[in-house]
């Protein structure tokens, strides 16, 4: 659940000729195999949902890991000798994401990074100045079905470390039904409401690449901002951590930008006390 969830997405794309179910809810899905292998993630070990998934993995004496900083699930792993990694704990789950992921990869002998080579000060500097570009618009993510969960990882810290409304869509989808919103001609809409950042990957199909081309033309032709960013990489390490390392320094200059404390999650934790109280 939540940023606990974003590593999943992220070793769905980077396995994609594997089948990966990325499942954020009570229990298991309903597909699953006595082989299926399960690996439960709450970073900080208590989130309810992680848990009835554990017990019932657990139940059915499937193959089974956890992931987490500790918590209710840290005991249950202990108490039934469950394979565990231990992540570090006191930091947002979010901020977590490499080293729940890194966890994933160990548990599944997924590919690991190698050659990484990212220019972080230009990737910050990049960052900071569109922050200001986007000012208080409210940002809508697109890119390629290949790099959908970068988009989503994007959303997600643009809510979480901006506190601000932000959506996600991916082609060719998008160009069914999204696409026809953009035909707004009411008065009450302002054109600095909203901003598309794309997406942009040289390695994505170029019919896909032409459909993003279009879309972007006919949106600035009705009058609204599309931002271009290049997630384009040697490899698919390179590019993830380009693309996850610009986003959070966008949602953390937006926050800064509108005078915001990016860090606590007010809300998430006053709606989590809620949900203690039986």
Do not use: C
């Not at 900071?128 to 618009?137: C, E, G, M």
């Amino acid at each position: 659940m939540g940023g606990s969830a974003l590593p999943g997405l992220l070793l769905e794309s980077l396995m994609a000729s594997e089948k990966i179910t990325v499942h954020r809810d009570y229990e298991l899905p309903q597909n699953i195999t006595k082989n299926t292998f399960v690996v439960v993630m709450s970073y900080s070990g208590n989130t309810e949902e992680a848990i009835s998934a554990y017990k019932t993995a657990k139940k059915q004496n499937l193959p089974l890991a956890a992931v987490a900083s500790g918590g209710e699930l840290e005991k249950l792993t202990q108490k039934d000798k469950t394979a565990y990694i231990k992540v570090p704990s006191e930091i947002q789950p979010r901020i977590a994401l490499g080293y729940q992921f890194m966890a994933l990869v160990e548990l599944t002998k997924a590919p690991k990074p190698q050659n990484i080579n990212i220019d972080a000060k230009k990737i910050e500097q990049d960052a900071k100045l569109l922050a200001k570009k986007i000012n208080t618009s409210i940002p809508l993510f697109y890119a390629s079905t290949q790099n959908k969960a970068l988009a989503y990882i994007a959303k997600i810290q643009t809510n979480e470390t901006a506190k601000r409304h932000a959506f996600y869509n991916i082609f060719p989808e998008l160009n069914h039904n999204e696409l026809e919103a953009w035909n707004m001609e009411h008065e009450a809409w302002n054109m600095e409401q909203f901003v598309i950042i794309m997406l942009k990957d040289k390695s994505d199909d170029k019919r896909i690449v032409r459909k993003m081309n279009l879309t972007a033309k006919l949106i600035e032709k009705k009058g609204y901002h599309v931002k271009v960013v290049d997630v384009s990489n040697v490899n698919w390490y390179n590019k993830v951590i380009h693309s996850v390392l610009f986003t959070n320094w966008l949602s953390y200059y937006l926050a800064i930008d509108a005078g915001i404390d990016p860090k606590p999650v007010n809300l998430i934790e006053e709606f989590k006390g809620l949900l203690r109280l039986r």
